[in-house]
């Protein structure tokens, strides 16, 4: 398998990887992979429905949710265990960006940065969703895009952010 790019990250090796998307969708086939899209998609819609009450001091009631809705809230709340100011540096939630024909929705334009949340199996981000986030952040005049992936399996979490010329790049 061939990946586009391997980020070093303090004690992990974090891997940017597309080919394996393909490949797994040409193993289960259309129908299947499809199915599998369109559940993982309804999971990511309400854990940024639940993220986005937590922000906004509202409160959240998950207890009816799925093992993999539970992980990623986690995760979650690690997150903000370890960035205890990043709450209240929020500016906005999905801000609507636009310039000429682009538009797109942020998840979070914070004093710094653009965010986006992920939601994810496996903790891997995919170069989709960096470019996703650096076009996001250059819409915005952000110096700064990140991508906050938490885990559907266990809550764990990686923080992912970049700068400078590596927006313009992506």
Not at 10 to 36: M, Y
Not at 82 to 91: A, S, T
Not at 119 to 138: F, N
Request: charged share 25%; hydrophobic share 45%.
């Amino acid at each position: 398998m061939e990946c586009v790019v391997a980020i070093f990250l303090p004690s992990r090796i974090l891997t940017i990887c597309e080919d394996s998307i393909w490949e797994w969708k040409l193993k289960v086939g259309p129908a299947k992979a499809k199915k599998i899209s369109d559940e993982a998609l309804a999971i990511g819609k309400q854990v940024d429905e639940l993220i986005q009450q937590d922000i906004k001091g509202q409160p959240i009631d998950y207890s009816g949710s799925g093992e993999q809705v539970k992980n990623a809230l986690g995760a979650w709340e690690s997150f903000k265990a370890k960035y205890p100011l990043f709450i209240q540096d929020i500016e906005g939630l999905q801000v609507e960006l636009i310039r000429g024909n682009i538009i797109g929705h942020a998840d979070i334009v914070h004093i710094k940065e653009v965010s986006d949340i992920k939601t994810s199996r496996q903790l891997t981000i995919r170069p989709k969703w960096v470019i996703q986030a650096s076009k996001y952040a250059l819409l915005k005049e952000k110096s700064r895009a990140s991508i906050i992936l938490l885990s559907k399996s266990a809550p764990q979490f990686i923080y992912f952010w970049w700068d400078g010329s590596m927006l313009e790049y992506f």
